[in-house]
């Protein structure tokens, strides 16, 4: 059983059918992670799924995303924070002579876990300082660290 499985209970996903494409190794893993700007959460309640792209930070162990105090998503993370993300690099079709046989190319990680909303004003900083240091060596004064939470 996975960490993500003990924290959460719930794994949804069965073994991949095809074995020859599951990323396995750690630093992959890491690799894809950091290689793209933007994950999709997933939320559910109420039995009724919403998902949702959103700029993130990691460090290694923890993913991080910034978002306003309100909203639908903070409203269902606020009665259900068990989540799913995915995501994905390198996209290309795999043609074929058969409609049937067309294949999508991708590198794609999804995890299961739960959300928790960071209080500390510093903490909140941190973060964002790691979210928007992903996309400018700027320094920013930070006025509005409203809602930054670890995945």
Sequence with gaps: MSDTEKMTGVHPHNAMRRR?????????????IRSTAVMHLGLSI???????PL????DGNVLYFHSAKAGTKIEILKRNNVVCFEIS????????DSACDFEAKHRTVIG???VFFVE?????????DMIIGRFSDKK????????????
């Excluded at 109420?46 to 949702?52: A, E, H, Q, R, Y």
């Excluded at 700029?55 to 990691?58: K, N, T």
């Excluded at 500390?120 to 964002?128: A, G, H, Q, T």
């Design 89 to 96: 690099v390198d996209h290309d079709i795999i043609p074929a």
């Design 20 to 32: 020859d494409r599951e990323i396995t190794d750690r630093s992959e893993i890491d690799e894809i």
């Design 140 to 151: 920013f004064e930070c006025r509005c660290p409203e809602s930054v939470s670890p995945l």
């Design 120 to 128: 500390d004003s510093n903490e909140k900083r941190r973060i964002l």
């Design 46 to 52: 109420d039995n009724i799924p919403f998902v949702v």
């Design 55 to 58: 700029f993130y930070a990691y």
């Design 112 to 114: 299961t876990g739960k």
